[in-house]
Each structure stands twice: as C-alpha cells, then as structure tokens.
C-alpha cells in the first residue's frame, strides 16, 4: 500500500484549501487515516483522523472548528479541508495509516509524502 498526499500550494489567506491522500490500493488492514503537519521549526502535529470502515472521526480539539475530515471509500481517498487558511498554518501536511484512530505518529505505520501548504497573509 502506498499513499500520497496532494493539493498544497501557495494560498491567501482566508480561503479554503482540500488536501488529498490516494491510497495505490484499499488499505483492508489499517482502518484509520490520520492527518498531521509540521511547520518549520515546530514538532508534527496530529490535525485529525479518520476510519475508513464507519467514517468515525476523531479532530484534536482546537482546530475542529476550521479542519473537515472526510473519506471516499471508491476513490480510495482521504480528505482534509481546511477553512479560513492562516499564515500559521503554513506547513508540509502529511498523510498517515494505521490500524485505528490514533492522535500520535506512532500509531500510523504507513506514511507519505507529504505536500507542501504556503499562506500568505
């Protein structure tokens, strides 16, 4: 299984922006997509999750509000939404599967690459 992250790029800030994780095959045995950043200078950090079996959701609380996780189980594909862009989220978004919702990195064994998010304010 092979994922890959798209949709970044260079953005103002105040408008909307779908990133995009493509699975090369449907992951039957990891059931949970997460998504996580990390901007320069900062540690990675788990935005939100998803399953692909019931599409239970699981959001870190204080971005819930502008992040929308969603999933496509025919185009094998996982979404994250984000409103209102700020420059502070300028970052490289990632892409991650695992076996269940988990708001950690070591809960997602299969990663890819990620795609780079630029707000200009």
């Known amino acids: 299984v092979q994922l890959q992250a798209s949709g970044g790029g260079l953005v103002q800030a105040g408008v909307s922006l779908r990133l995009s994780c493509g699975f090369s095959v449907y992951p039957f045995s990891r059931d949970a997509v997460g998504w996580f950043r990390q901007a320069p200078g900062k540690e990675c950090e788990f935005l939100a999750a998803i399953t692909w079996s019931r599409g239970t959701t699981y959001y870190q609380t204080p971005e819930k509000g502008r992040f929308t996780i969603s999933r496509d189980k025919g185009k094998k594909t996982a979404y994250l939404q984000i409103d209102n862009l700020k420059a502070e989220d300028t970052a490289i978004y990632y892409c991650?599967?695992?076996?269940?919702?988990?708001?950690?990195?070591?809960?997602?064994?299969?990663w890819g690459q990620g795609t780079q998010v630029t707000v200009s304010s």
């Open positions: 991650a599967a695992g076996v269940a919702l988990s708001n950690v990195r070591s809960g997602y064994d299969l």
